[in-house]
């Protein structure tokens, strides 16, 4: 079983592959071997928008906005997804 840096890792080399579905089951594993990584649920988000869940990648931005309050980046990301919901 990897660690959870070793999964991060490994669905980063997913997602630049377009491989999101494989990506996505990495930064879940990242994020339940470490709940308090906000990379994975960063990753999480990206993940979730492209494959088109708007929703549940918002949620995931709100939550990596939540580990980690100095990255702005979550921020835009979630509003963005919400955009993309049309709210």
Do not use: H, I
Not at 1 to 24: D, I
Not at 42 to 47: D, E, N, P, Q, T
Not at 61 to 73: E, K
Request: glycine letters at 10%.
């Amino acid at each position: 079983r990897a660690s959870a840096p070793g999964q991060l890792v490994a669905a980063e080399a997913q997602g630049r592959r377009g491989r999101w579905k494989q990506a996505l089951g990495a930064y879940n594993r990242a994020r339940k071997a470490d709940p308090t990584m906000a990379a994975a649920e960063f990753g999480r988000g990206l993940a979730l928008s492209e494959l088109d869940r708007a929703a549940p990648s918002a949620l995931a931005f709100r939550a990596a906005g939540r580990l980690d309050p100095a990255d702005p980046a979550a921020a835009g990301f979630r509003a963005y997804a919400l955009l993309a919901l049309d709210r």
